[in-house]
C-alpha cells in the first residue's frame, strides 16, 4: 500500500479493484481485495442478517446504517483487527453506541511493540467461497496461532499496546460493529458496493 498511488489487484489474471490504496482498504469490492489488502488480514466470518439487525459468531449488534435495508438473511460479514480492542479500555459511552463485548478465550498474544495482536476462537461453521480459497492459495508462510477442531474460526484482534491480555487467560474484547463489512456469499461481492455502482463489464 506504499508504493503508489493507485494499486490494482488482479486474481488468476483478472483485475478486482483499482484505486487509491486507501479506497481498496476501506471500500473493498469483494471478498478477494478484502483479505488480499491488509496484514493481518481481514478477518471473515458467517453471518445472518434480518430487521436491522446481524448475527455473528461473536455476538449480535445492529446493522451500520448506511448497510441496512441492504443486506438480508446469510452473509459473510469482514471486521478487520484494528476494529478490535480491549474492553476494559473502552469508554462505556461507546460500548453502548455501537459494538459488542465478547469474552474469549485468548490462544496466542504477539507483542510488536507499536501493537498487540491477539488470537483467539469462536465457534462457527465457518465460510466457504472460492474467492477466499483462492486468496488463502496466495498466502505464503502464513500458519494458524492455534490448533483449531471442527466448528471454530480464529479471529485476530489488534490492540493497544498497553492492554494486559495475557495468552491462556479469559478476557474481554470490544469489536466496533460499525466497521463491518458484509459480502454475498455466492458471488463475494460487497454488499454495499453492490449499491453503489452498476455491475462491472
Known sequence: MTLGDRVAVMRAGVLQQVGPPAELYDDPRNLFVAGFIGSPAMNFM???VSSGRVV???????LPEEMRGRASGKVIAGLRPESFEDASMIDEDLKRQHGVTIEAEIDLVESLGS????????????VESEQLADLAEESIGETGAASLREGEEQIVARLDPASKIKRRERAQLWADTSKLHLFDPESGESLARQQQEPAAA
Open 46 to 48: 458467517p453471518a445472518e
Open 56 to 62: 455473528l459468531p461473536i455476538g449480535e449488534a445492529e
Open 115 to 126: 501493537d498487540l495482536y491477539a488470537y483467539f476462537h469462536v465457534e462457527s461453521e465457518g
